[in-house]
């Protein structure tokens, strides 16, 4: 609903809204670090053995690029958070061999 030039949420989302920004604002410090990748652990435990992968297995396991897939071997580009699981299995399955 648009009123005087401002976009106003319909009613029954003003307690969703409301609690989200509770949410946003609320002053536990953890939350943000819950939030926060563990790029240190990427680094000592999966960039190591990521060398060991071919590109067409980083490709198959992530569904990444071929070009992100050669980055991330090559240690030039860190893959984001959501792949660094498939990509352990990857290893795994790799060192069983």
Do not use: N
């Not at 652990?41 to 980083?58: K, M, Q, T």
């Not at 980055?71 to 795994?92: F, N």
């Amino acid at each position: 609903m648009i009123r005087r030039g401002a976009f106003v949420p319909h009613p029954m989302h003003w307690d969703a809204i409301e609690r989200a920004v509770a949410q946003i604002e609320s002053d536990d410090p953890a939350r943000g670090d819950q939030m926060t990748p563990d790029y240190v652990w990427y680094e000592r435990e999966i960039a190591p053995h990521v060398a060991s992968l071919s590109v067409a297995s980083i490709e198959r396991a992530t569904g990444l690029s071929a070009a992100s897939a050669r980055k991330v071997s090559e240690g030039i580009q860190i893959p984001r958070p959501h792949h660094w699981s498939a990509l352990r299995r990857a290893i795994r399955r790799h060192a069983v061999r």
